[in-house]
């Protein structure tokens, strides 16, 4: 059976496009693999889909026991495929942080602290001598626009940027004009219902004895979102009650201002004003020059509830 | 301050020599590191170290809250230095199973499942354009000498026995002549305690709710261990009581035959029957073609537990 590659549930571009391009390394490299995602294809990820002539990944929910699968953009148990503790994981391509993640056997594991996890495949194609198509250039191009928001985020390293403009050249595009559109693609929420734009791009991290879940949305225009406040408040408490979380920070992500203005809910709400130095008023507060999930709003709230 | 680099605790070959080895990969990367050790160089170690005129990495116990560090050959805190839960970790490099290991922030992790952590580094000189002296390839080769025991086990792969035959070459040695008195000066254990060989190369595992102590002794004549069996086992016991393992394994493989004899002591001592399709008699059992920790005790005894 082809072994599976995959990124983290709530798919978005760098998952959806690393598991292509993975998939594509790993069969000019000669093995048997399957591109697949845990999830529907967002506005933004269609986009570059489309632009690039790429098709979307097989659809899975689950794996099975002792399968063999490749993560990539992720690694913590709790993000990935049902019964992923019980497959066989040969190899993980990630950037994020290590956590609630186990192996019996030993594994192939790349991970480096850049933007995206496509930089690291730009990278593996070089040291494999292998070619990228444009389609495939095309791709790891819009996830790094995607994941660094046109380069504007924290995370982004001189690596991600390098890469980025080796690849716009060989996919034909002008980053800049090119990830505007993507992003703006991605960043409309009135076709969206409330429970659509709180679980859309929303991950749950283990923060000691603390469930936090951190739902994202990128947006052009904030107050388009605000305007829906208890509509959204209403959905996030059903979330808190029915999974138990004790602190669930939605953070409405301005892409052209590069801040974000966060709804903080759950009964560890109150830890958001230690964690950022802030104040909230009905629940809510900006947070200036916060674009990064990873790179910010995780570490400040986990250091916050330690 | 500088980043300390070091290996597991109750250091091997590869762990001391990969500390230096990585140290010397920064350090000409333009890094501030330096190498350290968790233990005790063994006399194994110390040929190897001797013949290549290296001197020992500085010896460490603990770590200290916000210490940048990097790991080579291992990942799993409770093999780690003191408090390495508090340290930042910048980088990994290994070829172990991942299990209780966790960061904060991104990381970079390079593992890969090939015998030893050196055959990864000498992958690492060639994608730097770092030039590789004879001395540092005395000590990789040594590394893979140590943990293949010169290719037997089954953990080698044909990276390792490529790495090997570069590296000999560079390092001025004959990897067979050269390996088997470093392997022999590490083998001797008439002037060693019952507590230094159960303790000398031993790693505690979780597994699931149990806690299971392996250790391993190489050596060229088995009766020499067994004729030690009482006083070996009064060690364990005083082990077992005074940390609470479930299950230790003292795993005494012969290097020329390529097999081993373990002696299993504690509550889930009959796991090893079910783990091996053996009979224990009077504690003991011959386990043939069973040489690597990793490959096979490791895992047959977590799925016999499970």
Known sequence: ????????????????????????????????????????????????????????????????????????????????????????????????????????SPLFYRAEPVGCTATILHKMYKENDLEISREMAGLMLSAIISDTLLYKSPTTTDE??????????????????????????????????????????????????????????????????????SELTDAVEKEIEAEGYDLFVLVITNILESDSTVIALGSDANVVEKAFDVSLDEDTALLEGVVSRKKQVVPNITKALG
Do not use: C, W
Request: net charge negative; proline share 1%.
């Open 160 to 229: 991600d940027i390098a890469a980025g403009e080796a690849l716009q050249k060989i996919a034909e595009v002008n980053a800049e004009e090119y990830g505007i559109e993507m992003l703006k693609a991605g960043a409309s929420t009135e076709d969206k219902s409330a429970e659509a734009l709180i679980t859309g791009d929303a991950k749950s991290f283990e923060m000691g004895s603390k469930t936090t879940r951190i739902a994202q949305i990128n947006v052009v225009d904030v107050e388009e979102v605000l305007a829906r406040k």
């Open 1 to 104: 059976m082809a072994v599976k590659i995959f990124g983290h549930q709530n798919p978005d571009t760098d998952t959806i496009t690393s598991a292509i391009v993975l998939a594509d390394i790993e069969t000019n490299s000669g093995n048997d693999v399957v591109a697949a995602r845990l999830g529907e294809v967002n506005a933004e990820t269609q986009y570059a889909l489309d632009h690039f002539n790429a098709a979307a990944p097989e659809l899975i929910e689950s794996v099975g026991e002792g399968d063999d699968v490749i993560l990539v953009d992720h690694n913590e148990f709790q993000q990935s495929a049902e019964n992923i503790g019980q497959a066989n994981i040969l190899k993980v391509v990630d950037h994020h942080r290590i956590a609630n993640f186990q192996t019996e």
